[in-house]
């Protein structure tokens, strides 16, 4: 007799398999269609991303014994960020009485913990093709197939920058304080701490303008890492490249609709999560965090259905509004700083240097929005 599944997930992701274990904890029936083969729980495989994490999906992993070991979640107690003139703002965990202000957690090993907590729950099956389901979830990432095959319309608006990640070791250790730099060219780079707080490795994330990257992808090891040093300041002394190289053209993007009913199918509904459904600029990290949000969103109001289907769209567009809502100020404010920091002119440095500053000094505001970087409802 053939297996009925309530939800197909599409795309077995951080974001996917964090939502197939929400559901499968409401008894819900989960099918999530990933690779033929998940990876055991052996070494991590070689990948250069690292995300920023705050408390909210922390507390949320750890409830789902997904969070990776302490080798792999990096408390970040200070963050610096520098303004391409003498601007800068510090941050610090201790001043906002929080344990970190941040995790920064190797991809591989979360998603690996992730892998494991999905093979043990009864709940859900792997599957290697999309089946029937009532509710199909896609978060296949900016490029979901699903969401065209759906017709949601999905407005990007491309900036002239691609991000550049990698692995590096530095000759000084990196305190837990993750680090900044905005530079006069519109380049953005952020060294990420990495294996525990005497650790002396970081993640980069280096947002450049279109034209650079691939001179900069094209240089030999000692050549980038010399860059490196050189955007850097030389913070950490000098650096050794340890990894490949990835890249990324960026964008800011966002689905017109986040739910709908699956064509054909009028009992059936679909609905968007994570990248699929929204894509932000990489320089305040937020981008996991968001996804993380979406399905816990997403989960909890299926949680109070009642009597309701799980593919009743007035539910399903609750989620989509409450969602696009907290989405929308994120968003704003990140197109706003990459859009003021890409500018060039004199008179436009000097002004968002001095709002820098200014910033740094403004007590409250500068408090107020620490805390909500960090996930903190309080």
Not at 189 to 215: D, K, R, T
Not at 266 to 290: E, R
Not at 344 to 359: I, M, T, Y
Request: one cysteine or more.
């Amino acid at each position: 007799m053939a297996q009925t599944f309530d939800v197909c997930i599409r795309g077995s992701g951080i974001v996917g398999r964090t939502l197939a274990l929400l559901l499968a904890r409401e008894r819900l029936r989960v099918a999530l269609v990933g690779p033929a083969d998940e990876p055991a729980s052996s070494t991590p495989h070689e990948d250069v991303r690292a995300y920023a994490l705050n408390a909210t999906s922390r507390a949320l992993l750890q409830q789902l014994r997904a969070w990776p070991e302490p080798q792999h979640a990096c408390a970040v107690q200070h963050m610096q960020v520098h303004g391409d003139q003498d601007g800068l703002l510090h941050f610090d965990a201790s001043a906002q009485q929080a344990e970190a202000l941040a995790w920064i957690v190797d991809v591989p090993a979360l998603e690996m913990r992730l892998a494991e907590a999905v093979r043990y729950q009864p709940q859900v099956e792997l599957v290697h093709a999309p089946v029937p389901a009532t509710l199909t979830a896609v978060c296949e990432g900016r490029a979901s197939r699903t969401r065209e095959e759906f017709g949601v319309e999905f407005t990007a608006t491309p900036y002239a920058q691609q991000a550049i990640a990698a692995r590096l070791r530095c000759a000084q250790p990196h305190g837990q304080v993750a680090r900044q730099w905005f530079g006069a060219d519109g380049s953005i780079l952020a060294f990420l701490p990495l294996a525990g707080g005497e650790g002396n490795s970081v993640a980069i994330v280096w947002s450049v303008p279109q034209e650079q990257a691939p001179q900069l992808l094209a240089l030999e090891p000692e050549a980038f890492a010399l860059q490196l040093q050189h955007a850097s300041h030389d913070a950490l002394g000098s650096l050794e490249l340890t990894s490949r190289r990835a890249a990324w053209p960026l964008q800011q993007a966002q689905a017109q609709h986040w739910c709908g009913p699956q064509p054909g199918q009028t009992a059936h509904s679909w609905v968007l999560a994570g990248d699929a459904a929204h894509n932000v600029h990489p320089l305040a990290g937020q981008g996991l965090n968001l996804g993380l949000a979406d399905v816990q969103a997403l989960a909890h109001t299926l949680q109070g259905r009642d009597w309701r289907s799980i593919a009743d769209l007035r539910l399903l567009r609750r989620y989509e509004r409450e969602r696009k809502a907290a989405l929308l100020p994120m968003a704003l404010a990140m197109d706003g700083l990459q859009q003021l920091f890409v500018r060039p002119e004199a008179p436009v440095q000097a002004l968002r240097n001095w709002g820098l500053k200014g910033f740094e000094r403004s007590g409250l505001l500068k408090q107020w929005m620490a805390r909500q970087a960090m996930g903190s409802t309080h």
